[in-house]
């Protein structure tokens, strides 16, 4: 591990300790062999003081146990008719994973329980279709969820649910996991399958707003696939009721759940509800941060070049843009007395964090801003990003004479014979 790795984990500590995370397992992760690998994960991030619930699917299992008993299952996840034989094959299937996850914690000197947590009720009779003993999470009990995190146990759930009456039913685990984070108003919900994260048409889904989520799911030629709908509903679902945060990601992937959790770029896919990202004034000690944000770009001449010292005498012009409260894009705003022309300068948005739209953002903020404060125009300065300037913020080709009095002879003495754009805000 380098240096610059354990300071970026170390910024994410005091943000983490003592919030509480619900990891959902699908069971073909839980059986293979990278699951040690996976625990070993959890327990890093008991030592920093978070609270860990695990949620467990076990859809693969009851395909195998169907398999071997020859019976073919009414449904393997939880969602569809559960009838008498599938029921008894999911009891099986899931109480052996419990055990086999308990022993895993064990085994990595961990304390587990299994926890009997799930209040549910049958779903019914939905479109004339009776789904039997196919349930829905009525109620999590939190209050021993807390007792067990309270004591520095994991607490472990399978995809069962119990009535008052004693009936057991079989529950989609990606629901349990949502409800129990809905419950517990857990920082993260995190999925982890087999897959990379979402994808849609071919491509891994690395960040989208959870309203964007939500459109896509309703549109009719929904391009989510198939197989990954259930936890991509269940996220935009998760992060309508409050929880800031829900990751998808590989449970194959060593050290996968670690790299999701303490970087920015994480492996999967991260569904964010509106409060995740904000745009905040800069601060003094941001200065540095903006510094190095932007060093590079300075280096290559994408940016004028300014000291840290430069950056600080005008730092109420400047906005950040964050992500985990850690800085990955700034734009500023400069006003000139008595001029009614405003300059958007030093826009930059870390390559990591590339074809979001988090550039159009800030160039739409810094209008916004500009309007507000009176401003008929703005200007700005490029000598390689102007066809972003024109493409996806609406501006035009200038001149010197558009630019505020003040900016003219700066602009001559740089020397880096910039396009000068420009856009009325009127």
């Given at each position: 591990?380098?240096?610059t790795?354990?300071?970026?984990?170390?910024?994410?500590?005091?943000?983490?300790?003592?919030?509480?995370?619900?990891?959902?397992?699908?069971g073909?992760?839980?059986?293979?062999?990278?699951?040690?690998?996976?625990?070993?994960?959890?327990?890093?991030?008991r030592?920093?003081?978070?609270?860990?619930?695990?949620?467990?699917?076990?859809?693969?299992?009851?395909?195998?146990?169907?398999?071997?008993?020859?019976?073919?299952?009414?449904?393997?996840?939880?969602?569809?008719?559960?009838?008498d034989?599938?029921?008894?094959?999911?009891l099986?299937?899931?109480?052996?994973?419990?055990?086999?996850?308990?022993?895993?914690?064990?085994?990595?000197?961990?304390?587990?329980?299994?926890?009997?947590?799930?209040?549910?009720?049958?779903?019914?009779?939905?479109?004339?279709?009776?789904?039997?003993?196919?349930?829905?999470?009525?109620?999590?009990?939190?209050e021993?969820?807390?007792?067990?995190?309270?004591?520095?146990?994991?607490?472990?759930?399978?995809?069962?649910?119990?009535?008052?009456?004693?009936?057991?039913?079989?529950?989609?685990?990606?629901?349990?996991?949502a409800?129990?984070?809905?419950?517990?108003?857990?920082?993260?919900?995190?999925?982890?399958?087999?897959?990379?994260?979402?994808?849609?048409?071919g491509d891994?889904?690395?960040q989208?707003?959870?309203?964007?989520?939500?459109?896509?799911?309703?549109?009719?030629?929904n391009?989510i696939?198939?197989?990954?709908?259930?936890?991509a509903?269940?996220?935009?679902?998760?992060?309508?009721?409050?929880?800031?945060?829900?990751?998808?990601?590989?449970?194959?992937?060593?050290?996968?759940?670690?790299?999701?959790?303490?970087?920015?770029?994480?492996?999967?896919?991260?569904?964010?509800?509106?409060e995740?990202?904000?745009?905040?004034?800069?601060r003094?000690?941001?200065?540095?941060?903006?510094?190095?944000?932007?060093?590079?770009?300075?280096?290559?001449?994408?940016?004028?070049?300014?000291?840290?010292?430069?950056?600080e005498?005008?730092?109420?012009?400047?906005?950040?843009?964050?992500?985990d409260?850690?800085?990955?894009?700034?734009?500023?705003?400069?006003?000139?007395?008595?001029?009614?022309?405003?300059?958007?300068?030093?826009?930059?948005?870390?390559?990591?964090?590339?074809?979001?739209?988090?550039?159009?953002i800030?160039?739409?903020?810094?209008?916004?801003?500009?309007?507000?404060?009176?401003?008929?125009?703005?200007?700005t300065?490029?000598?390689?990003?102007?066809?972003?300037?024109?493409n996806?913020?609406?501006?035009?080709?200038?001149?010197?004479?558009?630019?505020?009095?003040?900016?003219?002879?700066?602009?001559?003495?740089?020397?880096?014979?910039?396009?000068?754009?420009?856009?009325?805000?009127?």
């Amino acid at each position: 591990m380098k240096p610059t790795d354990l300071r970026g984990i170390l910024q994410y500590i005091p943000l983490f300790r003592d919030k509480t995370f619900v990891v959902e397992a699908d069971g073909a992760v839980v059986t293979h062999m990278n699951f040690a690998n996976l625990l070993l994960d959890i327990a890093v991030l008991r030592s920093l003081n978070i609270r860990v619930v695990l949620v467990h699917g076990a859809a693969q299992q009851v395909q195998k146990l169907a398999a071997e008993q020859k019976i073919t299952p009414s449904n393997l996840d939880g969602t569809g008719v559960t009838d008498d034989a599938t029921l008894k094959l999911s009891l099986t299937a899931a109480n052996g994973l419990t055990h086999e996850i308990l022993e895993g914690f064990a085994t990595n000197d961990l304390r587990a329980a299994n926890a009997n947590v799930i209040a549910a009720l049958p779903l019914g009779v939905i479109d004339g279709l009776d789904h039997q003993h196919t349930g829905t999470v009525e109620r999590v009990d939190t209050e021993m969820l807390q007792t067990l995190l309270s004591q520095g146990i994991t607490p472990v759930i399978p995809p069962l649910g119990f009535d008052g009456k004693g009936n057991t039913y079989r529950l989609n685990s990606d629901a349990v996991g949502a409800k129990v984070a809905q419950a517990l108003q857990a920082t993260k919900l995190i999925f982890i399958s087999t897959e990379d994260g979402l994808t849609c048409e071919g491509d891994v889904i690395r960040q989208i707003l959870s309203s964007e989520l939500e459109a896509l799911l309703a549109d009719h030629g929904n391009p989510i696939p198939p197989a990954q709908q259930s936890k991509a509903r269940h996220a935009a679902e998760a992060c309508a009721v409050g929880i800031p945060r829900v990751h998808l990601i590989n449970g194959l992937v060593t050290e996968g759940l670690l790299a999701e959790v303490f970087s920015n770029e994480g492996i999967g896919t991260l569904v964010f509800a509106n409060e995740y990202r904000h745009i905040r004034p800069a601060r003094k000690r941001d200065a540095a941060s903006i510094l190095r944000l932007t060093r590079e770009a300075m280096d290559e001449n994408q940016l004028v070049e300014r000291s840290e010292e430069m950056i600080e005498e005008n730092l109420d012009d400047y906005f950040l843009y964050e992500i985990d409260e850690n800085p990955v894009a700034c734009v500023a705003l400069r006003q000139f007395p008595g001029e009614s022309t405003g300059e958007l300068a030093h826009l930059y948005v870390n390559p990591m964090h590339g074809n979001q739209g988090i550039g159009r953002i800030l160039g739409e903020f810094v209008e916004q801003t500009a309007r507000e404060a009176g401003l008929k125009k703005l200007v700005t300065l490029s000598t390689q990003a102007f066809s972003f300037f024109s493409n996806k913020l609406g501006y035009s080709e200038g001149t010197g004479d558009d630019l505020p009095e003040a900016r003219r002879e700066e602009h001559s003495l740089q020397g880096r014979n910039s396009k000068i754009l420009i856009k009325q805000l009127t």
